[in-house]
């Protein structure tokens, strides 16, 4: 049983979940996260709605059943009065809790986010309310205070994706107000100076015919790539278990680094699993160490099949591309995609034939990648069950 505190609260309440015909429904994850809470969801129905009262959805613990408070008044005979009162107070206050959720922002995979705002009832202060923000680790933490921050973050956080876990971070704040006042809140007066509170971390297992289908893919000389909103090395892991990259073959990571006014970005590249190599770097908007190495070998990879590539020859994954790939696979995610289409063409035409792993992409991108695709010849399928897999 979790305690009492800010991060139960938001599992509670930071999610988009809600009855249909009874039944709980929405995205898969905030649902286990929800159901791993124990606590119960309650919303206003047609016949609850008033016209001078405001209805709102309820999240509470689940009531005790009748044994439990028999089982406490034979506690209450045996022990001593004294601490055992103030422990059944505690109790019965925790039991009673409930948490309106006034108002919500949806998920936004720009933002990379979501949160709402809570009260606390019963609340001696009207005026207190809650925010909870839940969303992509990186944005959480740009989002509060510096001194909330761990010092192992990012270590941490490196050491969660790359087993393949699904890492989700939270954070929260209180404000004072009128009710009316915080309805008419914009999204970024909410999701800012946050208290880091923690991490969440899900795991999200492949179907059991995932493996057979990608190796039948890959046996028909299919070329398959991830396109993924999820965390780089989360991808990376998933790819290796899906069997999308193989055990002996090498991930270079492109990173770029923040753009100067005077010149364009820098880009660095990460061979994972060498030596020296400090996941943690990937999340620093800072760290750079071009190799140039390695960088030359992307440009001059296969460069004819490349350019027959571009001249829409519409020739074959394996014409295109097998041979570079029993070597190494590229993989980016949705901020250095942009950098590279933008500043690096060269290197662009290389990640459309070379890249396996698309992480933190946008609806918009993993569209804008599919048509790049299309357009260098490829004939591109694409399967999804997200609605923002379509367009």
Known sequence: ELPHNPLLFAMATCHSLTRINGVLSGDPLDLKMFLSTGWELEEPGEDDTRYDTIQLPLVHPP?????????????KRCHSPWEPAKERKEEEEEEGVQLGILKQFTFSSELQCMSVLVR???????????VFVKGAPEKIKQLSHTDSIPDDFYEVLASLTQK????????????????????RLERDAVECDLTFCGLLVLE?????????TIQELQMASIRTVMITGDNLLTAVAVSVTSGMVASHHRVIVIKSSNQSSNSRPSLSYHVLGSEGFNQSLLYSNTASVTVGEVH???????????????NRNGLSYQALDIEHREYFHLAVDGHTFAVVKEHYPEVFEKLLVCGTIFARMSPIQKSE????????GYGVAMCGDGANDCG
């Open 296 to 310: 030359d070998k992307i440009l001059n990879v296969n460069r004819p099949s490349i350019n027959r590539a571009l």
């Open 204 to 212: 999200n297992k492949l179907k059991p015919q995932t493996f057979s």
């Open 120 to 130: 606390k009832l019963p609340s001696e202060d009207s005026r207190l309310m809650h």
């Open 63 to 75: 009531k005790k059943e009748k044994e439990d408070v028999i089982d406490n008044e034979y506690y």
């Open 369 to 376: 990648l599919v048509t790049e695709l299309m357009g260098i």
């Open 164 to 183: 393949g876990y699904r890492v989700l971070a939270i954070g929260y704040k209180q404000i004072r107000m009128a009710w009316h006042h915080a309805e």
